[in-house]
């Protein structure tokens, strides 16, 4: 009995997941935690299941160590150690550092997250790839907006696994932030801007999942994706 129970811990934790190395002109980082804050779940790979906890942010254990270059315009990718092994969208924030501001410390609470990227549902719905195509990927990108102004910048990554979310409290959340500076930016004005934890309440619609009656529509949480 007892082996069974560590084998279905152990399957468990396999199939959870971490987002510790940047893939930047299509070369993945040599070394993991590099550009991007070591997360809380450096080991046991489990994700955020509150999202009024400041873990929402960056769920970080330790500050950054150093800072990825990126143009304005470029594909960003994040790798996940053991892919994407839960359905459900995949997005993207990014939060201007303040002038002045160590990267490696700040803190990006309030409004500061502005919405890049959204990798979500295409109908019809069901749990499988076909509806959700960041499902099983290894490495997960987004395009850096033309018009983002040029500086430091924190890159919030996050993958909203459903496959537990039948009532309120059950979608995982696997996050985590690179530091990146961009160039060649633009002048745009990012917005809205929102704060986590807030931007997501847990009844969000985007946060449940049911499996009978399969849902006919699926809106992923948070503001609209900012184009530039």
């Known amino acids: 009995m007892q082996l069974l129970t560590l084998l279905a811990l152990a399957g468990a934790a396999q199939a959870h997941y971490h987002f510790s190395k940047l893939v930047i002109d299509g070369q993945e980082e040599a070394a993991e935690w590099t550009s991007i804050r070591m ?72 409004n500061v997250w502005f919405k890049v990227g959204s990798i979500t549902a295409v109908p019809p719905l069901g749990s499988s790839e076909a509806t959700w195509p960041a499902y099983n990927k290894k490495v997960v990108n987004v395009t850096i907006p033309k018009a983002v102004p040029s500086g430091k910048y924190l890159v919030r990554v996050e993958s909203i696994a459903l496959h537990q979310a039948q009532a309120v409290g059950g979608a995982q959340i696997y996050l985590s932030c690179a530091q990146v500076e961009v160039t060649g930016g633009g002048s745009g004005a990012p917005s809205p801007l929102v704060a986590f934890p807030g931007a997501y309440q847990a009844s969000d619609p985007g946060l449940l999942w049911s499996y009978y009656p399969v849902p006919t529509t699926y809106t992923a949480p948070g503001p609209a994706v900012w184009e530039g």
């Open 39 to 110: 997360t809380k779940n450096y080991q046991s790979n489990a994700g955020v299941t509150s999202v009024s906890s400041p873990d929402m942010r960056c769920y970080q254990a330790s500050p950054g160590k150093a800072t990825a270059t990126v143009a304005a315009g470029d594909v960003l990718g994040f790798v996940a150690n053991a892919a994407v092994t839960h359905f459900g969208p995949v997005q993207f924030y990014m939060a201007k550092v303040p002038e002045g501001a160590d990267i490696n410390t700040w803190d990006p609470a309030g």
